[in-house]
Structures are given as C-alpha cells and as structure tokens.
C-alpha cells in the first residue's frame, strides 16, 4: 500500500508570500497526483490533478509539479482567502489514497 | 453546476447500522449521473481526509478501503441519481463525516479524481 506524507504539517506565512508544500509517496506514482484545499467547516475543493494541471477556475497563483515520489504544490502571493489545509492525494486503480494534509496558517 | 447533498447521518450506538444518501443535481442531459462513478470519503473529527468507497457509473462495481470491506456497501439509483452507503456494525473508529464525492472523468473512476464534494453529513458511533 502507497503511503503518502506531507510536510511540513503546519506553515506559518504572511499574506503575499510565496510557500511550497511538500508531498511524499512511498513508491512512484508517476504523475497520478491530486492536491486539494479545505477550509473550515468546509467540504475539501480540488485544485491540481496529474501532478501539476489546475482544476476549472483554479487561479494560477497555485501551481502543482513533480513526478514519482516528489511533488510540490506552490502558491505565489498568498492571499487571505487561501490559509486554509491542503492535501495530496494519489489516486490509482479506483482508490484514492490522502496524505495527512499541510495547515497553512497567518503568521 | 453539479450539486451533491448528503443526508442520512447521526448518532448510532456500536454495532448499528445506518444508510447515507446522496442525492445529486446540476447534471447535464447529455452526461447524467449514471456517466460518473461516484466516491465516499470520510474525515474523523479533527483528522485528515480517508477514502471509503468508490462505485461505477452503471453500479456494476465497487471498491472499499480495507477498514470497512464487509460492513460497509455503496450502491446507486441512477434513476435518482442518488448515491448511497449502508454502513453496519458501526465502530467507534467510524465516527466521522462522510462526503460524497464525483469522479472528475466520465466512464472508468479507474482515477479518483474528485471534482465535486458534497458538504458531508456526520456519523458518530456512541452509546
């Protein structure tokens, strides 16, 4: 079974910086790679899928990229609407398997 | 757009059973809801996200987690368009809210990239 991880857990940024959040698979998945934001109290939204393709109205502040066991999830000019958690999912043969998600908070 | 709402969720001692429902809308005509497969994920208090289930647009198959094959079943009433999951000998570890989720590319769900989420409906498991 494919585990994923994710780091850090939590991020302290200010609004209009740059941050990257890290994910991890114990084995390559090539790019079969989705990244999702929740907010609270929210259901969570889909953002990039096949490693590094925006979702339909994603804004291009966010960018998605690796590829195996390395990926990233980048978002440039952080604005307030965007703290919130992310998470990495793979996705392969039906399932969907999450890592344990990235809190991206106001410092 | 594409709506989906859970319903069916609430306080079941251990050991019970209870059937969640999720009816969808905003299909268009040409793509319905039988087009989709369909997912079930769920998200303990305070935890990150687990995937569940997943079913076939035509319901002919079906995938589980390993941590509820055998309790759980997930099926589906095209001419509903409602997604549903029975869930018995409920567990405390159970406990959680469960979202229903569509499968971004018609035909195969063979990738579970999900596009739209519903906004979830809790179970919790207590005596």
């Known amino acids: 079974e494919i585990v994923m991880t994710q780091s850090p857990v939590t991020l302290s940024v200010s609004p209009g910086e740059r941050v990257t959040l890290s994910c991890r698979a114990s084995?390559?998945?090539?790019?079969?790679l989705a990244w999702y934001q929740q907010k609270p109290g929210q259901a969570p939204r889909l953002l990039i899928y096949?490693?590094?393709t925006r979702a339909t109205g994603i804004p291009d502040r966010f960018s998605g990229s690796g590829f195996g066991t390395g990926f990233t999830l980048s978002i440039s000019g952080l604005q307030s609407e965007d703290f919130a958690v992310y998470y990495c999912?793979?996705?392969?043969?039906?399932?969907?398997?999450f890592g344990g998600g990235t809190k991206v908070e106001v410092k | 757009e594409v709506q989906l709402l859970e319903s069916g969720g609430g306080v079941v001692q251990p050991g019970g059973s209870l059937r969640l429902s999720c009816a969808a809308s905003?299909?268009?005509?040409?793509?319905?809801?039988?087009?989709?497969?369909m997912n079930w994920v769920r998200q303990a208090p305070g935890k990150g996200l687990e995937w569940v289930s997943a079913?076939?647009?035509?319901?002919?198959?079906?995938y589980y987690a390993d941590s509820v094959k055998g309790r759980f079943t997930i099926s589906r009433d095209n001419s509903r368009s409602t997604l549903y999951l029975q869930i018995n000998s409920l567990r405390v570890a159970d406990t959680a809210v469960y979202y229903c989720?569509?499968?971004?590319?018609?035909?195969?769900?063979?990738?579970?990239?999900?596009?739209?989420w519903g906004q979830g409906t809790l179970v919790t498991a207590s005596s």
């Open positions: 084995e390559s998945v090539g790019t079969d």
């Open positions: 989720a569509k499968v971004k590319s018609r035909g195969s769900g063979y990738e579970s990239i999900l596009d739209y």
């Open positions: 905003g299909f268009d005509s040409g793509f319905p809801f039988s087009a989709y497969a």
């Open positions: 096949g490693a590094s």
């Open positions: 999912q793979h996705y392969n043969n039906w399932r969907g398997t």
């Open positions: 079913i076939s647009g035509s319901g002919a198959t079906t």
